[in-house]
């Protein structure tokens, strides 16, 4: 079980003992783009989910607040996304799922188990942000060694399904103690995801506040034997 800490913007802090992680997945607001974009991936040899939006189970300790991502090999990349988490109260922040993409054309569960769910150490009380979540802008940017940065997500919240509808449609799964992850929204074409550095945020244009993360990805010793 992981134990997350989050400071809320009155300079309060709130601990959440995770019992339960979710990731949606294919969760653009818009389905028909969703269809295309999973055509696509098929063709990569990706499953394709047998319903969308998807919604996947990880296991609760890979949920983490941490500097440094360890990975097996170097195909492996993060995706900015919102995460709800359920304490006392709802709490949203910004969150980077970080997936094994050669596991993924053999399971998107699997490759979603073999990597992280980094985790803002910053939160908004969702009550508080609710009427204007299609504003907040999310970002995320990588970095290969000591190059610059390059942006390769910006999207409005819009671009994902909201919070309600997981809170409408899956109201059994969000006890205390959950955390789901949005899904992601698009890449910027061209840029290359297999980073050594991933950093993410999400902006409210309202109040001006942002929540943000980022993380070294360290490749693990090759195994023995």
Known sequence: ??????????????????????????????????????AELAELGVPAPKVTPALYPVAPYLAAQVDEVPVQHGRTSGEAEWALVVGEELLLTVACDHTDRELEVHGVAWSKNAGLDVLGRGAWRLADVEDHLDRIRLRAWVRHGEGPEELIQDSPLAALLAPSYWLEEHSELLVPGTVLLSGTVAMVPGVDQ??????????????GETIDLSYAVRRMPEPIG
Not at 194 to 207: I, K, L, S
């Open 1 to 38: 079980m992981a134990e997350l800490t989050f400071s809320l913007p009155d300079g309060s802090s709130t601990t959440v003992a995770v019992t339960r992680l979710l990731n949606g997945g294919y969760a653009g607001r818009e389905q028909d783009e969703v269809a295309a974009h999973v």
């Open 194 to 207: 297999f980073a050594t550095h991933w950093r993410a945020e999400m902006a409210d244009p309202v109040t």
